[in-house]
């Protein structure tokens, strides 16, 4: 696969990280079961961390439809940058806790001691927060015009206008040249 082609892919792969990203945040992290028994709590991704996710990846994607469609290094760092913070949520705030055995308040009145078994919101986060880190940061890295490159065809601003001001009708400059 040529150079190029990979860079076209680029976005694409930062929006589906976005886009799981968001999507872990909907999704249980931790099971807390005790040993040897069925799992007695659940909390879910948006619980743990305040629903901040949602904000992260919605950023990181208006981020990335600014740097693509204007070519703007600053909205390509931003992108880089919410990948990390997510990255950053993930390895301080929930690997720190899978699989660690503390007691837990039941409503009855009773303590158990519970595992935090980790659920599918925490490998999606796991794999989305790493995935956007990645990809944000070699986002960050092209040109402002290879940011631009990747925007939509510039056909239309080629085109040069044909009559009076204010008119619809435009012709391309290939076109104009005949």
Not at 72 to 81: F, I, L, Q, Y
Not at 148 to 160: C, F, I
Request: aromatic fraction near 8%.
């Amino acid at each position: 696969m040529s150079e190029a082609r990979v860079t076209r892919l680029l976005p694409l792969a930062c929006l589906v990280a976005a886009l799981v990203l968001f999507a872990s945040e909907l999704m249980t992290m931790f099971e807390f079961t005790p040993p040897g028994g069925e799992p007695l709590d659940a909390q879910s991704s948006g619980e743990r961390h305040g629903n901040a996710l949602f904000v992260i990846a919605l950023f990181a994607i208006g981020a990335l439809a600014l740097a693509v469609f204007t070519g703007s290094k600053p909205a390509a760092v931003a992108v880089g940058a919410m990948g990390v913070i997510a990255l950053l949520f993930f390895l301080l705030g929930d690997l720190p806790d899978a699989g660690q055995i503390g007691t837990l308040d039941d409503p009855r009145g009773s303590f158990f001691d519970a595992e935090a078994v980790p659920q599918e919101g925490f490998w999606l986060l796991m794999i989305s927060s790493l995935a956007l880190a990645v990809t944000g940061i070699a986002l960050a890295t092209l040109s402002p015009a290879q940011l631009a490159a990747l925007g939509p065809s510039r056909e239309e601003s080629d085109r040069a206008p044909v009559g009076p001001p204010g008119s619809a009708k435009r012709e391309s400059a290939a076109d104009y040249q005949r």
